[in-house]
């Protein structure tokens, strides 16, 4: 059974930086394309970013060149580097698979909130 976990989100000041984790078990990590996405309050789940097998990115014109993402095979984890934090970032941020950047979504994670301070 796959199971995707995230972790660090938390609270951090306007400007801040945060880096979720999200570590993956039962899975073929390695083959699947990871990806990002934010729920803010009342608001429709939005991706954020995907990073394929080959490292390659996708990322939503609201973050680009805030939040990078990386993966570590190795390690079975995807991060999501949050840089510059606003007030617009705060939401519950999860993770999920699937078999290529086209394909939908297999599992999600729990998600992980994300609060900002001004």
């Known amino acids: 059974q796959v199971q995707l976990v995230e972790s660090g989100g938390g609270l951090v000041q306007t400007g801040g930086s945060l880096r979720l984790s999200c570590t993956a078990s039962?899975?073929?990590?390695?083959?699947?394309?990871m990806g990002w996405y934010r729920q803010g309050p009342g608001k429709q789940r939005d991706v954020v970013a995907s990073?394929?097998?080959?490292?390659?990115?996708y990322y939503a014109d609201s973050v680009k060149g805030q939040f990078p993402s990386s993966r570590d095979n190795a390690k079975n984890t995807v991060y999501l580097q949050m840089n510059s934090l606003k007030p617009e970032d705060p939401a519950v941020y999860y993770c999920?698979?699937?078999?290529?950047?086209?394909?939908?979504?297999?599992?999600w994670g729990q998600g992980t909130q994300v609060t900002v301070s001004s």
């Open positions: 039962g899975s073929t990590f390695s083959s699947n394309t």
């Open positions: 999920n698979d699937r078999k290529s950047m086209f394909s939908e979504v297999g599992t």
């Open positions: 990073i394929d097998t080959s490292g390659a990115t």
